[in-house]
């Protein structure tokens, strides 16, 4: 069994944003700023402008998965696996993130 790994909402917040900077850097036509960390949902990540609806499926499950990579990168063995992007669409909002992985644990 995995032990079990604590990180605050703050680091994971700041890993995230770190990495939409890296990945917006790779994507030229996304233009976005996570205002913040949505984790309600059955994928962590941050809600979406408009502006991606201009977007095919590939390019934001592309950077979804730039996204998730810089996540892992930055957070290391505190995320246990390497983070998958994912794309999460309900009621008209779109989350970009990555499956909750089951070995983390929050802590305030």
């Known amino acids: 069994m995995a032990k079990a790994t604590s990180i605050s909402v703050t680091k994971l917040s700041a890993a995230v944003q770190d990495a939409v900077k890296a990945a917006m850097e790779k994507h030229p036509k996304v233009k976005v700023q996570p205002s913040k ?3 309600g ?3 962590w990540g941050f809600p979406v402008p408009d502006q ?7 390019e934001t499950q592309a950077f979804a998965t730039d ?5 892992s990168k930055s957070l290391g063995s505190a995320v246990g696996a390497q ?3 994912a794309v999460f669409s309900h009621g008209g ?3 970009l993130g990555f ?6 644990l929050f802590e305030h």
């Not at 996204?67 to 996540?71: F, L």
């Open 67 to 71: 996204v998730a990579a810089g996540v």
């Open 41 to 43: 949902h059955l994928i």
């Open 99 to 104: 499956p909750a992985p089951p070995e983390v």
């Open 52 to 58: 991606f609806d201009t977007l095919t499926m590939r």
């Open 93 to 95: 909002h779109l989350t």
């Open 37 to 39: 960390l949505a984790i």
């Open 83 to 85: 983070l998958e992007g």
